[in-house]
């Protein structure tokens, strides 16, 4: 089964054409940072413009690398949340109209349910498994019991990873995309200079409004000249990795399952890499998708689509959300 995947939910406007769930016969995607640099983030009105004047072209790019002719597309998908309301618009109009032009079915995907199965793409894996996902709007951890039953069993109460992380690099003065900045920052740190604390909270949650405070506590010790941000970095990403680890190993071993993943935008994170590489050898089965299907990308999409579209009787009816 050939499907067209289209993803817009936020600052990237991407296509890709991939068979059966795992074989990627094309991935193109047109990114808008260097748009949004001068706005220090994503600007929502500005985002579905940039969606708007990129998804033809971006879908013609991607029939055109994958050498395959519309007609030959068996459905055509796109995210249809959670993300920003105008950019989803743009991605699933698209989608939908190839269908009903192509007559071909239309699904709709969940934004975390496809990061989720880009660890799917180039692989074996099978469920069952753990997934944690962290990205700039979640932090959890996914019980993937099925391709299409999957189970939060612990996710954040308060900041989502990738949101601390850009939050910490602008107490820094680190210019945006801050996150990607500051894990580059963190390999010339000392991880040991700075204890930050990892918060009391339960089994199933995460909390790292705590850990910003801490690192804001720390900021204000130093003149900004003076401030030693390559070790603000690594003691801080150190903290973010052995809090993520740390619970997902604790509730790998409680169910007794062996097999974990990574995925999300943050799952392209260094230290977290290595984390998931030193519990491969000490005997789990680990998995992290490439690095450019950890971003957002329509891989994954398609991916998700193949197996695990979100069920409906009639998904030409779908409509965009964008919390979830």
């Keep these: 089964m050939i499907i067209l995947g289209i993803e817009s939910s936020c600052d990237e406007t991407a296509a890709a054409i991939v068979k059966d769930g795992r074989e990627v016969l094309a991935n193109v995607v ?4 260097k748009i949004h640099e ?3 983030g994503v600007v929502p009105e500005v985002a579905a413009r940039e969606h708007l004047n990129s998804i033809i072209p971006v879908i013609k790019e991607v029939y055109e690398k994958a050498n395959i002719k519309p007609d030959e597309i068996d459905a055509f998908a796109s ?3 959670p993300g920003l309301v105008g950019c989803l618009l743009v991605g699933m109009n698209a989608a939908k109209t190839l269908s009903l032009i192509h007559n071909k079915p239309y699904l709709g995907v969940n934004h975390l349910s496809a990061h989720v199965s880009a660890n799917f793409i180039n692989t074996n894996l099978e469920p069952p498994f753990l ?3 962290v990205s700039g709007g979640h932090s959890q951890i996914i019980y993937v ?9 612990a996710q954040t109460i308060d900041d989502a990873v990738g949101e601390v992380y850009d939050k910490v690099a602008r107490l820094c003065s680190i210019p945006y995309p801050g996150g990607i900045l500051l894990d580059k920052m963190a390999h010339s740190g000392n991880k040991n200079a700075f204890k930050f604390p990892q918060a009391k909270v339960g089994e199933d949650e995460f ?3 705590g850990l910003k405070t801490a690192v804001l506590r720390e900021v204000k010790k130093f003149s900004p000249d003076k401030l030693p941000k390559e070790d603000i970095a690594a003691s801080f990403q150190n903290c973010i990795a052995d809090t993520l680890i740390n619970k997902l190993v604790n509730f790998a071993n409680k ?3 062996k097999k974990i993943a990574l995925a999300g ?8 890499r290595l984390r998931m590489e030193e519990l491969k050898q000490k005997g789990y089965d680990t998995y992290a998708p490439e690095l450019k299907y950890c971003t957002d990308n329509a891989s994954m999409v398609a991916s998700c689509a193949y197996f695990n579209p979100i069920k409906t009787d009639n998904s030409l009816l779908l409509e965009v959300f964008s919390r979830g």
């Design 38 to 40: 001068k706005f220090g």
């Design 207 to 209: 909390s790292f409004s």
């Design 79 to 81: 995210t249809v949340g």
């Design 131 to 133: 997934c944690l996902l």
């Design 145 to 153: 019991k099925d391709y299409d039953k999957q189970e939060i069993i």
């Design 265 to 272: 935008g943050v799952a392209a994170n260094s230290e977290l």
């Design 255 to 257: 169910l007794n399952c």
């Design 30 to 33: 047109s990114s808008q940072i």
